[in-house]
């Protein structure tokens, strides 16, 4: 586990950092991660790239920056690891992001 914040390193198990308080993330959410935690938000997941592609070039079309990272979701390891894919946009935008694939999804 790492903290977003400090970049501690901790062992698993652990939620908090005890420099900062800032909540732990693991390593690979970490790694995946070049941009600011608190700046950026989650405005939606899927399990397919083209999904995640689509939505950003939509985004991006409406001006809005967008980071997609992508993951493997340890909880499905029966699976062989099902990636989740995350659509990020900085919290300025979280709003109209969300009205732009609320509309998208409509139209589907
Ligand atoms: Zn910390």
New binding site residues.
Partial sequence: MI?P??E?EYVDGIAE?T??G?ELVSAEEFEGNLVHHSDWVIVYTCSESFEADMLKANLEGAGIEVTILKQKDSSYPAVGGLAVIKVLVQKKDAETASEIITDINKTE
Avoid: I, K, M, P
């Fill in positions: 903290c914040n400090c501690s950092c420099d900062c800032s």
